[in-house]
Nanobody, 128 residues
């Protein structure tokens, strides 16, 4: 089993920055590409960003391109970060970290079905 724990959410004003992180533990050798999704109240969970096992490939949903940046650090344990800049009220959501058994990311990596492990989520609220 793999456990994913998000941290770093909170409240920020529009235009501000926030970073959320995800720490993986357990059988981390079985997971590779990582992703971030978000879910706002009354809406479906949506893809935000993904990063390949090597960190060499990333993908972002159009609404966050140029504002968000995903990175990872596998030196000791798998850590995945999502740096969020120029935040907008529409970025308000619960942000979830997810782990895949695929090494690379593909167009299918934008689908929740491509991930096998999920964190509990962390709330990000952007005030106007």
């Amino acid at each position: 089993q793999v456990q994913l724990v998000e941290s770093g959410g909170g409240l920020v004003q529009a235009g501000g920055s926030l970073s959320v992180s995800c720490a993986a533990s357990g059988r981390t050798f079985s997971i590779y590409a990582m992703g971030w999704f978000r879910q706002a109240p009354g809406k479906e969970r949506e893809f935000v960003a993904a990063i390949s096992w090597s960190g060499g490939s990333t993908d972002y949903t159009d609404s966050v391109k140029g504002r968000f940046s995903i990175s990872r650090d596998d030196a000791k344990n798998t850590l995945v970060h999502l740096q969020m800049n120029s935040l907008k009220p529409e970025d308000t959501a619960v942000y979830y970290c997810a782990a895949s058994r695929s090494r690379e990311i593909y167009s299918s990596s934008r689908s929740p079905e491509s991930y096998v492990y999920w964190g509990q989520g962390t709330q990000v609220t952007v005030s106007s």
